[in-house]
């Protein structure tokens, strides 16, 4: 199935291409996603591409980082987009947000990987990142205690996103019932830019957009009041996505806290490792032997599964019976998608191909399950995840997601964080 010879040939070409695509998208301290379709810097994007950045300038790479807290709100939360100065080839700009921060940024958040990725940077070299570890840490941790505190519902524990941009996943079909339960009615008329760039059939649709403007608009009515928002906004939904992406990120923060000797904080991230074991009971789907998205307004599971479901392991959460369906579960997806992870479950009905995160293959989920699933033992799974990933990018180049059925590359082409999962992992 893969054939070395063309493999070793290729692979130092990609190496140099993957290098020119971050320095391409390099604007001096912070990396674009790709230009055009996107013009700024996105959260978890930008550490991606930093962890891309530590296998050939690991300076740059803790650079990406700071940058990124430019945007970090004085109640903690670390922004989507930092925005800095407004490009008219994306739509929603700063001021349709309407942030308050001087930086300006979006008011919402997105998957925080960033302290699993400062772990990383400075376990491959102590002495050059003590220092700059030392200005992070507590930065780190306040955006950790905003998704603690301001996105869980009283009594619950697992993470809300109160937006589907905060998830990263944005049209996946884990959104569906929640949004179509938000009214468009009244939003101010707009004009998409994405459509533009990309394909239509790869992109959200005009009655989803509709209602990502009419929830901007909400938040931006309140005042970005962020506890307001998760307790009573018209959209709250428990995400597998960032549940588990947050608390391997809190396992790594209490590594970092530990080298740091910061006692205190190691206590209070305890609590919340507590907390998440939690919410992962709150989130597994008896139904369809997953992990899945909650609507936290209705208590309603999601009834398909999405990639991020088998995060539960990069999260840390193993349970013997509850593994055992879910590997089964997993089998099932890898033996239908020649090139895995799909997003969302090929044999669901609401599955498609190339429509942005209802079924397409993103490197950078793949690179986070795969990891888990290592860590864990399942290294065959974990291999044949790694080798689809670099199976896809010899075939089709360096683009922001694949089709999982036939490995055609779609949305943005010379895409940053696929370069940066290249370098990093799937080369
Ligand atoms: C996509 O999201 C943005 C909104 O945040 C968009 O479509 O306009 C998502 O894939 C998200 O996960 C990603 O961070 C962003 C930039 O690559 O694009």
């Known amino acids: 199935l893969y054939d070395d010879s063309y493999y070793t040939a290729k692979k130092v070409d990609l190496d140099k291409r993957a290098i020119e695509i971050l320095r391409e998208n390099s604007w001096g301290d912070y990396t674009l996603p790709t230009k055009g379709l996107y013009p700024y810097q996105w959260n978890w994007d930008s550490m991606f591409v930093a962890l891309g950045f530590s296998e050939i300038d690991l300076d740059r790479a803790w650079t990406e980082v700071e940058s990124l807290f430019q945007g970090q709100w004085k109640n903690g939360m670390a922004a989507h987009i930092v925005f800095r100065k407004d490009s008219p080839t994306y739509f929603p700009g700063p001021k349709v947000w309407g942030g308050t921060h ?61 937006h589907p941009w905060e998830s990263g996943r944005d049209n996946s079909p884990d959104w569906d019932d929640a949004l179509a339960a938000v009214d468009p009615t009244g939003v101010t008329p707009y004009k998409r830019k994405d459509l533009g760039h990309v394909d239509a059939a790869m992109r959200p649709t005009d009655a989803e957009y509709d209602r990502y403007i009419k929830l901007v608009e909400y938040g931006r009515d309140c005042g970005w009041d962020h506890a307001h928002i998760t307790r009573e906004g018209p959209f709250a939904v428990a995400d597998p996505g960032i549940t588990f992406i947050l608390m391997r990120a809190d396992r790594d923060l209490q590594a970092l806290a530990k080298y740091l000797d910061k006692e205190s904080a190691v206590h209070e991230i305890d609590t919340w490792l507590y907390r998440s074991r939690i919410a992962a009971d709150y989130l597994w789907n008896d139904e369809i032997n997953a992990y899945a998205a909650r609507n936290l307004r209705t208590g309603q599971h999601a009834d398909g599964v999405s990639s991020v479901g088998f995060l539960s392991y990069y999260a840390g959460i193993t349970k013997p019976k509850r593994d055992a369906k879910l590997q089964k579960t997993l089998s099932r997806i890898l033996k239908a998608a020649p090139y895995s992870v799909p997003s969302f479950d090929p044999e669901h009905p609401k599955f498609d191909s190339r429509r942005y995160w209802r079924g397409p293959t993103w490197a950078i989920v793949n690179y986070l399950i795969a990891r888990g699933l290592e860590e864990y033992g399942f290294e ?8 689809d990933t670099r199976k896809v990018i010899q075939d089709s180049g360096f683009y922001e997601y694949f089709d999982p059925i036939t490995g055609e590359g779609s949305g943005g082409n010379h895409f940053t964080w696929t370069a940066a999962i290249w370098l990093a992992w799937a080369s």
Do not use: N
């Open 102 to 162: 001087e930086v300006p940024t979006s008011g919402c958040s997105q998957p925080p990987v960033a302290a699993t990725i400062v772990r990383d940077l400075y376990e491959k070299d102590p002495k050059l990142g003590k220092q700059r570890l030392t200005e992070l840490f507590p930065r780190l941790m306040r955006w950790h205690r905003w998704f603690h505190t301001m996105r869980v519902i009283s009594g619950g524990a697992a993470i809300a996103v109160t």
């Open 380 to 387: 065959e799974k974990a291999s044949r995840i790694r080798l």
